[in-house]
């Protein structure tokens, strides 16, 4: 399966934050995500026409951390531990990363896709 992405990377978030608190609204408002909206979306005009394009999807996959690449010092281990803290303290704050592949995902590695919920209703 070969998939276009930016810079030839497909980027995740490993967690579900970014969607529960509307870090991720911007980038499922407006097609293309953010290599195509941001520069774009200072024209109303264009980002209104960006906004009824296509359906914002989200796809959950089972990655190989190996082969995943992010901008974080040991962030297998924060996210894990900020999740279980998370876990029994709902008030403790869930650390995510960003973090990218340069190669395709292949398609038994692909759970679910599914359309986008507004944030707050993941």
Do not use: C
Not at 20 to 46: C, H, K, N, V
Not at 81 to 106: F, G, K, M
């Amino acid at each position: 399966m070969d998939t276009f992405s930016p810079d030839g990377r497909i980027w995740f978030n490993l967690t579900l934050s970014a969607l529960r608190d509307g870090g991720a609204d911007r980038l499922l408002t407006y097609f293309g995500g953010e290599s195509i909206y941001m520069p774009l979306t200072q024209d109303g005009g264009i980002a209104a026409v960006l906004q009824t394009i296509g359906e914002p999807l989200i796809v959950e996959s089972e990655l190989d951390a190996g082969r995943l690449h992010t901008f974080s010092e040991i962030p297998w281990g924060k996210i894990w531990l900020s999740s279980y803290h998370v876990a029994v303290n709902r008030e403790a704050q869930q650390h995510d990363v960003d973090a990218y592949l340069i190669e395709s995902v292949p398609a038994d590695q692909i759970i679910t896709v599914r359309v986008a919920k507004p944030s707050g209703q993941v």
